[in-house]
């Protein structure tokens, strides 16, 4: 046997254990998907695609040699879930984070939906969804995630995208702007240039429009839209609204003016034929996806242009860096200032009542409520993002390391504990089974003591921490191991008083230092 064979067998091992609680050799399919499910990773991910079915072509009860066998195809991902090595670590304290936020941010009821469109007029104002996508593709919804709406003008920063990815950016550069506007969306102007401010705004997304395969038909220019939202979105295509095409381009007399305006101007590439180019425009803006695909979207612009869930290179980093900064600047309508200021992220809104939130090397997030302010910003989501950014240190300015109340979810900050063997001592003294269960499967030794030679056993037991301290006895841990005075944990669990962990230490052996030999 090879170091390396040697090294998988024992990680394997010890991964099998960390889900093996009652020592019985055996584990359940049900047992994988709940830690699974509890790191963010969903059983419908194609990246565990194989161990799905593997589990499905064994009996219930899984043996080592079988678990071995059936996660060797996506041992990667799957271990680093056991080992708690995703960008955020406790996903399920996250969560309940981000649906607090929700809950609170649900009952504002300001705003209106956006009426120049008449079909969005329409649409039921009460609805409200936030889905998050991490860089490793830990995913968690809310509220109406599976109601499809329409992206409106967050297709403007993807169609920049593809049109950078096809002409780089000196060439989109010449023909678009890429400075705030300071007037709004669909004004009529450019800038002292004689081009569209930027990408963002209206002006700026049309003559994007007309740079996305000028040559193809339009048929074939709409397909190619749709192939890199189904890419970005995790090979989940995206709808198209054929009501809301009509109705958008039955009330678009200043997008046409300001077509007009910009040809008069010669802003677009000679040859550009302009009614096509605003029918394109209008149908990019009609394309429809759910909370949950935009979300996975953002998250491929956090994570560089990777689909965090198809592991697919979609976008240059480059593009995606060009793209991100034009979003943290122009993205928000006439409240981009302000947006850049409190929040610091990111992000492009819609009058569909959309909004793509983007944390760079963390997460993206899809937020869709259709009440707008009067700059037509979702109103739920600009407070849902005010209140992120006051909960979590995501403001590109909050130090890492912060001191003011607010929390870091990235695994860095339990790197830094990790670092030393005192982690197991902290989780064990505030009763975090979760983060115990990533040392187990990490091969941690639970029997190793601290400066007073306290195990975690001693620390669970004085605290009274009932479940970490049945975990460790599953897992062998030395039941009457003495600290640096000569006391056990049942010692502990008498002096504190804590009945339930002196009836389990003393049913599993565990003896007093008064009845061990001197």
Known sequence: MTQKEDHDIR???????????????????????????????????????ETMQGFSQNDDKISLQAFCKVISCNLNLI??????????????????????????????????????IPQLARVDPEQYAISVCTIDGQRFSLGEAEIPFCVQSVAKPINYCIALEQHGEEVVHHYIGREPSGTQFNAMTLNKFGKPHNPMVNAGGIVACSLIHPKLTLADRFDSVVKTWTELSGEVQP??????????????????????FMRENKVFPEGTDLIETLEFYFQCCSMEVNSKAMAVAAATLANAGICPITEKKVLKTNTVKNCLSLMSSCGMYDFSGEFSFLVGLPAKSGVSGALMLVIPGVMGISIWSPR??????????????????????????????????????????????????????????????NIIKHLVAQGIDINQGDYDDRTALHLAAAKGYEQVAKYLLSKGVAINSRDRWGYTPLDDAYRENNNSLIVLLEQSGGLRSSDLPA
Request: aromatic share 12%; net charge negative.
């Open 239 to 260: 709808g198209f609204n054929n009501a809301v095409y009509l109705s958008e381009k039955g009330t678009a007399d200043r997008n046409f003016a300001l077509g007009y």
């Open 79 to 116: 271990e680093r879930c056991l080992r708690g090595e995703l960008i955020i670590l406790d996903f399920a304290d996250f969560c309940q984070d981000i649906e607090r936020i929700y809950e609170e941010t649900k009952k504002n009821t300001g705003g209106h939906v956006a009426t120049y």
């Open 372 to 433: 707008l302010d009067e700059f037509g910003n979702s109103v739920r989501g600009i407070e849902f993002c005010k209140a992120l950014v006051q909960q979590f240190n995501f403001h590109r300015f909050d130090s890492l390391h912060n001191k003011e109340n607010k929390k870091d979810p990235r695994k860095k900050e339990f790197d830094i504990h990790r670092e030393d063997v005192m982690t197991l001592f902290w989780a064990a003294s505030r009763g975090d089974l």
């Open 11 to 49: 990680s394997l091992t010890a991964l099998f254990n960390s889900l093996d609680s009652e020592n019985s050799g055996f584990i359940t399919k049900q047992t994988l998907l709940i830690a699974l499910e509890k790191a963010g990773i969903q059983e419908n991910d194609p990246r565990i695609a």
